[in-house]
């Protein structure tokens, strides 16, 4: 059983920085990539960042230059770097781990860019 647990999220002024952590259950290095996806209230959920097994990075064009994911195998979790926060950042974030064709899904972390 894969567990993906969020952490990190708050209430931020825009401009600010945040870090979410996703922490796994076992070893990250079993899964081909992982992720964070974005969900605002009444829209679908995007992607916002992927990092694969062996480091490679891709971000949407929106967060490109502002956010940088990060793994560290040690401690079993990937990181999102949020800088220069926007209120149309503003959604529940999601951690999401992929093995095979198995989605895994964290339980979300709630991100408000907001003065």
């Known amino acids: 059983q894969v567990q993906l647990v969020e952490s990190g999220g708050g209430l931020v002024q825009p401009g600010g920085s945040l870090r979410l952590s996703c922490a796994a259950s076992g070893s990250i290095s079993r899964f081909t990539n992982m992720g964070w996806y974005l969900q605002a209230p009444g829209k679908q959920r995007d992607m916002v960042a992927l990092i694969t097994n062996g480091g490679t990075t891709n971000y949407a064009d929106s967060v490109k230059g502002r956010f940088t994911i990060s793994r560290d195998n040690a401690k079993n979790t990937v990181y999102l770097q949020m800088n220069s926060l926007k209120p149309e950042d503003t959604a529940v974030y999601y951690c999401?781990?992929?093995?095979?064709?198995?989605?895994?899904w964290g339980q979300g972390t709630q991100v408000t860019v907001s003065s």
């Open positions: 999401r781990a992929r093995k095979g064709l198995t989605n895994y």
